[in-house]
């Protein structure tokens, strides 16, 4: 039975492993956000013994120039799935996780919401049609809001409740990479 409990675990990696990552990614023709998404399903294959791992993805959905500047709410989801299938090395399943990425990104502009409508999958009213696990990496960069006569300061998320069953959120930042 679902109960939607949840809590936060963090996860520090230093600067050094960050550098390391992002020099993988590039030597494999991909991105950060590949690499880590490529270990995560390894990690999900390894402690599910699935081979057939379909992670959820928010994105941005501002692909064309005019839109970046507008306010409002553009995230779309993708469904990343990726074959595990035949003990891969780690090089070969970035590049399936790449080949899947890029796949998606070309799609990207498709409503999650219209893909699911058309497929029409088997539904639960408590669960995902797709996929119950979602991965995020936030590298897009901003400074501080500045706003005149107010301060504004982040604060630390304290929620109780999840929408999936696993979900890892990744940032870069000054002292490496985090993960919640």
Do not use: C, W
Not at 136 to 147: I, M, S, T, V
């Amino acid at each position: 039975a679902r109960s939607y409990r949840g809590a936060t675990e963090t996860l520090q990696l230093s600067p050094r492993v960050l550098e390391g990552l992002t020099a993988l990614s590039r030597h494999e023709g991909g991105t950060l956000f590949m690499t880590l998404l490529a270990a995560f399903q390894a990690l999900l294959a390894r402690y599910t013994g699935l081979a057939d791992i379909i992670v959820g993805s928010p994105i941005a959905n501002r692909t064309r120039k005019e839109l970046e500047g507008l306010i409002g709410f553009f995230v779309n989801s993708l469904a990343l799935r990726t074959d595990l299938s035949g003990d891969p090395s780690f090089r070969d399943l970035l590049g399936r996780t790449r080949e899947v990425a890029l796949g998606a990104y070309a799609h990207q502009d498709v409503p999650f919401d219209k893909l699911v409508e058309e497929l029409r999958p088997l539904r639960a009213g408590d669960r995902n049609p797709y996929f119950q696990v979602m991965f995020a990496l936030q590298n897009a960069p901003h400074g501080p809001l500045e706003l005149p006569g107010l301060t504004v300061r982040s604060l630390p998320s304290r929620t109780s409740s999840s929408k999936f069953d696993l979900t890892l959120a990744t940032r870069e930042t000054p002292d490496g990479l985090r993960a919640d």
